[in-house]
Structures are given as C-alpha cells and as structure tokens.
C-alpha cells in the first residue's frame, strides 16, 4: 500500500475523559469543515457548548449499553478507522456496509491510573479499565498512513496547527509520530493495569516484564549534556523524588534526581518517629549520615562526618524540616534538600538561596515495601526484587570471644543500614550512630576499608579533630571479608567492633584476626552488594 504524505481530515471521533479545552479545539474543527462524532459526555459538553456533533449511536445503529461500557465496539467505528484508503475492496466494503470513513481520532482513556493513585479499592480500578478507547487508539494507530490519533490535547493543536499550515491536511510524519506515541500511551496504560491486578495476586506471573508511564518531565540533559533525558513516571504508587512538589530553585537535572533519590532512599530507613535522620549524598554515595534527637543534630553529625564532600550535595531528612536546620543546610553550598515536609520558617529562611531546590515529598518511601529495580543491558533489561533485607540485633551471630557492648551494637546496626546504600565494595566506619568514614565503589573490599580510613583522616583536618573519628569506631561491610587483611586495616584505623555476613572460606581466619585484636564481631548472614 502506497503511503499518501498529506491526507485530509474531512471526520473526526472525539471521545474524552478529560475534557479540559475540549470544546475550544472542536469549535476549530468545526470550522476547518471537520464533521464530528461524539459518545456519551463528551457528546453532552459539545451539544451544550453549541457545537455540532452526530452520536455515535446512529452509525452504529446500536444504543450505548451496559452503563456505557459498551459504545464504540463496532464494525462501523473500527471499519472507519482501518479501512485503508487505497485499497479497493476496503472502500467497497465502507460502501457496502455504511461505515464512514474516521481520519482523525481524539480519545483518552478511562483514568485508571489516578484510580490507583487515589487508593480506590481492586472493584473501584476495574470500573476504571477502559476497553475501547485502547481498542479505538490502537486502530487508528495502526492505519496512521490515513488517520491522526491523539490521545492528549496537545496532540490535537499539532494537528490543527498542521491542518491550518497544509490546507486541511496533515503530514505523514506527523501522523506516525501520533501513532508511535499512542501505542506508547496503550502499553503504559496496560502496564499501569497490570501492575495494580498483581498486586492482588500472592505470586504475580513475570513472565513478562512491563514497566514505565508518562513523561513527568523533560530534563535539560542526562548525565552529561550530550544525552537527552526524561522523567517518567511508574504504575507503583511510592511517596520520593519522582511525584516531590518542588517549591523554589532551579530546574531539577538528571543527576540531582538520582542523587535526591538515593539520599532519601537511605534517610527512609530510619523510624520518624522514634530518630531523627539526615544523610548528605554525593554522586549517589552517601558521604554521611547520622540519627539523633534533632534533625539540626543529624544533619551537623552527618556534614561532620565529610565536610569537603558535603560541598555541592544532596540533603535528605526523614522528617519536616524545621528553621534550625534549614540554617545548618544553608550555610553551604547545597543543590537539593528533600524531606516530607518543611514549615514556614524554615522555608523563608531557604528562600534566600535561590539556586537551593527545595522538594517535599509528603512522606517517605516504604523501605519494607516489596517493589523491582530494573537495569537496562544490552538488548534487555536486568530485573531484580527492591533490597528490602534487614536485620536486628536478634538476627546477629556473635562469632568472636567478645561480644559488642550496647553501645557498639548500636552503632553495628546502624552502620549495617548505610551499607546498604553504598556502593559495593562498601566499608562504613561508625560512632555513635554517625558514619565516620566511608569507602565505596572499590575492586577490593581492603582499599574499600583503606579509603574510608583516609576519608576519616581527612574529615579531622578539617575539623581540627585531635584524632579520626574512627577511633572507637564500629565497621560495616557489605560482603564477606575473603582474607584477614581487610579486618586488619579496621583494626589499624581503630574498629572495636565489625559487623559482616560472613561465609568465606576463610572465615576462621578473620574470626582469628578479631579475637586477636579483642575486638568483637557478628554474622548477618544476609549481603548488601549495589552496583
């Protein structure tokens, strides 16, 4: 079949949910000759407003039915939107059977989405799963050659302002990047769908994986400026970054997202309502962290820990942020503070870094929410259940002839928490429940702990600290130590205490090691890799 570039738009089907400017773009199809078919409410707010269109009923020659659910489940709807144009027996049939011909089709779909965002019961969503807008969409979708589809407003003012450029017609490129953008719409309606229905199933099917949504934003640039980047949404209903209410300071970037996302990420593991949490990342690596009573005592713990890293960084708090640490924040330079929530004295006092992007998120993420990570490889994509593995202090092996005192319990527990959130290889020194020294990302777990030794010595500098915070300190690692010589370089930096996951070969050798030093350790049993 030969694809005509400029076709004309002589009738158009209009069939919406949202019906915001509604009657403004049909009024201008209306006068551009457009002849228009309506359904249900959208044909009520046309008729009202005074435009004219023909019910969809009398083509089909059938009722609505079954409270409207069924309408448009014709031959003479899905005829006119298929039948290709050029091919004869397709126009015969038109001619036989009285189907006219559609080029242009505006629907979009049942709300679904904000029926699960709203946390509408399974029955609720299902009256919200729409089945012939998707059966509409997809084929006018499929004949793009001959039909627009739109399924937002805006496409429908591209569309005009293309009918208005080229005398009633419209271009094919136009026409298939509708199309194109259509199926998209369908597959992440289907996936919304999917992922609400399975989460009523004790074992959903993945046997095949979907995921994505609209387009929140379109960001300035990705990582680095030469790749594009979007925000999107997802059909998991989850407080954090992507659905944060910004309320001053400049556009959000691609790596400010991540990073937001990363720190508040590890903030959320912390009990509101029992501690008060802050956690600064840089280059989604936590650089510190801490809980206290005062989320202004977390946050100077947590900016002591790494003071030069801290410079440019991403602040997360697990609490609403009050004047006395938005004080502490703004005395450096900071990019983006996220928290649930902010009062007024604390947001006027933000006000005066104009550049601060400051987002609320109206909760934290639910860290024991069970959820997937994906990865894109090359030609696939790499699917994982969401870490959501913890332990508590009933969980722990004490594997050493001493065991921790309360107090490096304490600090066991919660540096085993930011480890989580580090890149492995991942060492985290701790002291009274502030990290001390960080060590990530390494391609042995002995530099990990050599480097969050050096990080410690560097944050004393600058401090004017008579000795490394490591001094006294408790170690986390995020895997098991292969050989003794990572233990030894805590031991060296000033550890008393390691917590691990034990599961070498050569875990009698480390054991050894501790027991030499009289320092005291603990198997989870459980790892935290991050790649």
Request: glycine share 8%; aromatic share 4%.
């Given at each position: ?169 419209t271009p094919l490129a136009l026409r298939r990047k509708l199309a194109a953008k259509a199926f998209s719409r369908t597959a992440a309606y289907d996936t919304a ?145 996220i928290a649930p929530d902010a009062d007024e004295a604390a947001l006027e006092i933000l006000s005066g870094k104009k550049n601060l992007r400051v987002l609320l ?171």
């Amino acid at each position: 079949m030969a694809e005509t570039d400029l076709y004309p738009v002589k009738r158009a089907l209009i069939s919406v949910s949202d019906k915001s400017g509604l009657v403004e773009r049909a009024r201008r199809l209306a006068k551009a000759g457009v002849e228009i078919i309506s359904t249900g409410g959208t044909l009520k707010a046309l008729t009202e407003a005074g435009v004219k269109a023909r019910d969809a009923s009398e083509i089909t020659e059938y009722p609505e039915m079954m409270d409207g659910r069924v309408k448009t489940l014709h031959p003479r709807i899905h005829g006119g939107l298929l039948a290709r144009r050029e091919e004869r027996g397709d126009v015969e049939a038109m001619a036989s059977h009285a189907i006219p011909q559609i080029d242009l089709l505006m629907v979009n779909l049942y709300p679904f989405e904000e029926a699960v965002a709203s946390g509408a019961d399974l029955k609720d969503c299902i009256a919200k799963i729409d089945v012939g807008g998707p059966a509409m969409i997809r084929a006018a979708a499929k004949n793009h050659a001959h039909v627009c589809v739109c399924v937002e407003g805006e496409d429908l003012d591209a569309v005009l302002a293309a009918m208005d450029r080229h005398d009633g017609q419209t271009p094919l490129a136009l026409r298939r990047k509708l199309a194109a953008k259509a199926f998209s719409r369908t597959a992440a309606y289907d996936t919304a769908i999917a992922h609400r229905l399975a989460g009523d199933v004790e074992e959903p099917a993945r046997d095949y994986f979907t995921e994505g949504g609209p387009r929140l934003s379109a960001l300035r640039y990705g990582e680095n400026p030469h790749q594009k980047a979007g925000l999107y949404a997802v059909a998991e209903a989850r407080p954090g970054v992507a659905t944060a209410r910004q309320v001053q300071g400049k556009e959000l970037s691609f790596n400010n997202i991540a990073d937001a996302d990363a720190a508040l990420e590890l903030a959320a593991e912390f009990d509101a309502g029992t501690e008060a949490a802050a956690v600064i990342v840089k280059h989604a690596n936590p650089c510190g962290a801490a809980v206290a009573g005062t989320l202004a005592e977390a946050y100077e713990n947590a900016l002591a820990a790494d003071p030069v890293s801290a410079f440019g960084g991403i602040v997360a708090l697990n609490r609403t942020l009050d004047a006395q640490t938005a004080d502490a924040v703004a005395r450096i330079f900071t990019e983006v503070v996220i928290a649930p929530d902010a009062d007024e004295a604390a947001l006027e006092i933000l006000s005066g870094k104009k550049n601060l992007r400051v987002l609320l998120t109206g909760g934290l993420p639910d860290r024991t929410q069970p959820g997937w990570s994906v990865k894109s490889v090359a030609g696939g994509l790499l699917v994982q259940e969401r870490d959501i593995g913890r332990v508590t202090q009933k969980d722990l092996k004490i594997v050493t002839e001493r065991a921790p005192s309360e107090s490096e319990m304490a600090d066991l527990l919660f540096a085993w928490t930011v480890v989580k959130h580090v890149k492995s290889n991942a060492i985290v020194y701790a002291k009274n429940r502030a990290t001390a020294g960080i060590g990530m990302g390494q391609t042995s777990r002995l530099e990990a702990a050599r480097l969050a030794f050096r990080k410690a010595e560097e944050a004393a500098r600058e401090n004017k600290w008579d000795a490394p915070a490591t001094e006294g300190s408790v170690c986390a690692s995020d895997a098991f130590f292969p050989f003794a010589d990572g233990v030894q370089a805590a031991i060296e930096a000033g550890a008393t205490a390691i917590i691990q996951p034990g599961g070498s070969i050569r875990d009698e050798e480390v054991i050894d090691a501790a027991n030499q030093a009289g320092i005291a350790m603990v198997f989870t049993g459980m790892r935290h890799f991050r790649h």
